[in-house]
């Protein structure tokens, strides 16, 4: 999707959309992802649970601090929304928007998902990833991106004509449910 310019460009547009980006932060003073150490630790995990979780659901599940989880589309390709929070203090939660500004708008095995402030501290690794021979695409992309927020009922709503949505479904048959998942899906 394009927007028209309602402005005239300056003289030196072209000068300005040549120049290389620039990084927000400098990050080689963050700490070094060790791909052997975690390799060494995932050669020795065992599998203590499993959960699934239905298309347009969502589920919880704890992970203890130093245990790994893993995440499988077992159904072809999905997309899939993640949330993290320490479960002592639940003001720290995942920050996207700080984990974007230190790594990418994608990431892949050695970034880090980073909490919000005042900790401001590492709260998982992606210590593999079976998706990383798709690399970067001509667009500068990657598969797992941080790069809007998490599904939410709100936007659906608003994207899909308010609350209207919600009216039409309740008239139909097993309206209850139907108008449920319509609230739930993003």
């Known amino acids: 999707m394009t927007k028209s ?7 030196d547009a072209a000068a300005r959309r040549g120049a290389p980006p620039v990084l927000t932060y400098s ?17 020795e995990v065992s599998k203590v649970s499993e959960l699934t979780v239905p298309p347009r659901d969502a589920k919880a599940f704890e992970v203890q601090v ?3 989880f ?6 072809g390709p999905q997309v899939g929304d993640l949330n993290l929070w320490n479960a002592h203090d639940l003001t720290e939660r995942f920050y996207s928007g700080k984990t974007r500004a230190l790594h990418a708008t994608h990431l ?18 992606i210590t593999h990833d079976t998706l990383d021979w798709y690399g970067w695409d001509e667009d500068g992309a990657g598969v797992h991106d941080i790069i809007g927020t998490r599904c939410d009922p709100y936007t659906n709503l608003l994207l899909n004509n308010g ?24």
């Open 66 to 68: 130093g245990h790994f």
């Open 27 to 43: 990050v080689e003073h963050l700490p070094s992802f060790d791909a052997a150490f975690y390799n060494r630790a995932r050669a």
């Open 5 to 11: 310019a309602c402005t005239t460009p300056p003289p």
């Open 108 to 125: 892949s095995a050695g970034d880090r998902l980073w909490s919000t402030f005042p900790s401001l501290r590492p709260m998982a690794t």
């Open 163 to 186: 609350i209207s949505l919600l009216l039409s479904l309740e008239f139909d048959a097993g309206s209850r449910n139907r108008a449920a998942s319509a609230a739930r899906r993003s």
């Open 70 to 75: 893993r995440i499988v589309g077992v159904e």
